[in-house]
């Protein structure tokens, strides 16, 4: 049945690439991407060809038959369509099966899964380390020992754990080509042993009670940007991610009712996170909306409509004399959670929720669904107030370790 201009409008991608054929070959190709491509199948000297008329709506229905025609009328004269090279090669229509086409098609479908923009922006970075070897191969040709060379380039960099996450990266692109009937076999599967194993270096955190005091006073005291300062403040008061804190736009903030919501799309979990804002904090985001109040950004870098770099806070804590190995941005969460816990006043359950952590037992994850908010608003009121109390002097201790 031939098309019409209301089938190739109505045309929807689905998770697989669909073909509609119109007459004498002519195909529209609805890629799972939304891309809808015209192709003319053909055989030429006994073999069967393909010949790429466009990208619809750019070349209509009308225009895709008129360049069929004048294909065909080529074949009938006994000439090959597909146009031929300056050096005399002819080309090819380029492959939908390939590892280039499939990876960018893969991608696209988290961005409609909403994934962060960050997480999106380092996959596409680590696709950069196998598109030289894989790019231009079917995925159907990509063998185990193709995905262990590439592999194996980025450990020789000393790049461990770059080397696993884009293995994995790999196996994900070639398991959505199964998917869309683009590929047959997921080769990274047989390489789960082949990587050598990175060694997890905890992020440093200040988890005394005393020397996080003295690290609170030398953050009042910070005399580079205000912004900054607020900002380590802010990560001491609610100990966010530090990307969390660092995207904040002034709408996820009612300071009049002490919450700020993070919306999923910026959540490593992609599910909206609360957290009650104790009186410091909402004192210190008004004397910060005097200064960025204007812009949609909390903490707007340098560059317009972007915020502030992940280099920035770990920078100011370098000029305070905390080396990298003594206090990260992340470290607050850290320091946050040992001295919750170590406290004895708070369950784990309200303090792994305040933190926005998963709970890595699926069976409880699913019964253990409650926020703790009651707990949750009560813990952050004594956490401001044990602050302030840390700042007053080294001997404030107001509970000791366990053990």
Not at 6 to 20: D, E, S, T, Y
Not at 151 to 168: I, P
Not at 268 to 283: G, S
Request: charged share 25%; net charge positive.
């Amino acid at each position: 049945m031939a098309l019409s201009d209301a089938a190739c409008r109505a045309a929807k991608p689905g998770p697989k690439l669909r073909k509609l054929s119109d007459s004498a070959g002519l195909q529209l190709w609805v890629n799972p991407n939304g891309s809808r491509l015209w192709r003319l199948a053909y055989r030429y000297n006994g073999k069967q060809k393909l010949l790429a008329l466009g990208k619809y709506p750019s070349v209509g229905l009308a225009a895709a038959r008129a360049a069929r025609d004048a294909a065909r009328a080529q074949l009938a004269g006994g000439k090959d369509p597909l146009p031929a090279r300056a050096d005399g090669r002819v080309l090819q229509a380029e492959p939908n099966d390939t590892f280039k086409v499939v990876a960018p098609d893969y991608l696209e479908k988290l961005r409609r899964e909403q994934r962060a923009p960050a997480t999106l922006q380092k996959k596409e970075w680590l696709l950069r380390f196998a598109y030289p070897a894989l790019g231009e191969k079917r995925v159907s040709e990509i063998r185990p020992l193709d995905v262990l060379q590439v592999l194996q380039q980025v450990e020789l960099r000393g790049c461990y754990e770059t080397a696993r996450r884009l293995r994995s990266l790999i196996g994900s692109v070639c398991r959505y080509a199964i998917a869309t009937a683009r590929g047959d076999m997921d080769p990274t599967s047989a390489l789960r042993d082949a990587l050598t194993v990175p060694v997890v270096t905890p992020r440093a955190a200040i988890t005394n009670a005393v020397k996080f005091g003295a690290l609170l006073r030398a953050i009042d005291g910070f005399d580079g940007q205000p912004t900054t300062r607020a900002a380590l403040q802010l990560m001491a008061l609610l100990f966010p991610r530090p990307g969390e804190l660092r995207g904040a736009e002034w709408q996820e903030f009612d300071l009049d009712g002490s919450l700020w919501t993070i919306p999923g799309g910026r959540m490593k979990m992609r599910l909206a996170h609360r957290i009650f804002l104790p009186r410091p904090a909402v004192r210190i985001l008004q004397q910060l909306f005097e200064i960025t109040g204007h812009q949609g950004l909390v903490f707007p870098g340098l560059i317009p409509g972007k915020p502030i770099s992940e280099n920035t806070m770990n920078g100011a804590l370098r000029r305070l004399g905390y080396g990298a190995d003594q206090m990260t941005a992340h470290g607050f969460r850290a320091s946050a959670s040992t001295l919750l816990n170590e406290s004895g006043k708070w369950s784990a359950d309200a303090i792994e929720r305040q933190l926005a952590h998963r709970d890595r037992d699926a069976v409880r994850r699913t019964y253990a669904r409650g926020e703790h908010w009651d707990e949750r608003v009560k813990m952050m009121r004594w956490w401001a107030d044990y602050l302030d109390r840390l700042k007053t002097g080294p001997s404030m201790a107001p509970f000791k370790r366990a053990g």
